[in-house]
């Protein structure tokens, strides 16, 4: 089995947010891994299914469930582009995800501005993998959707 790097993740993570950005979602893209093997894609759909909680990090998270038949998914992780917010946190926790990485930071929404830790305990969290790249197509899409 080939084995992948974080960054090869994070790179698929920005292929979602790209798709975001091209169907006018705000681009955030995320994929969930287990055991070395991407078992769900996802990316912000919220615009299209008229659906606030359509988070990439939601839809991933209830893919990668039912991919694998479990409500748990401690021996899954997380890559997003960018930081997940309270409610994206809160599914992390909830599914008891193995491991969170994301790239830019979201200093306005992203739940590390909490004072409490919102994801599960036993939740390994990295960020700034690849965080420029996932910033540069954020900030792009703001200022494309400002002209």
Known sequence: MELYTPE???????KQAQMAFEDGEIPVGAVVVCRNR???????????????TAHAEILAITAASGSLGAKYLTE?????TLEPCIMCAGAGFWSQMGAVHYGA?????GFS?????ILHPKTKVSNGLLAKEAKDLIDRFFLKLRK
Request: hydrophobic content about 40%; some cysteine; overall charge neutral.
């Open 76 to 80: 899954c992780e997380l890559y997003v």
């Open 38 to 52: 991407i078992i769900a894609r996802a990316y912000n759909q919220t615009e299209r299914l008229k659906d606030v």
């Open 8 to 14: 090869y993740f994070m790179n698929e993570a920005l």
């Open 113 to 117: 501005r909490l004072a409490e830790p």
């Open 105 to 109: 930071s979201d200093p306005k929404r």
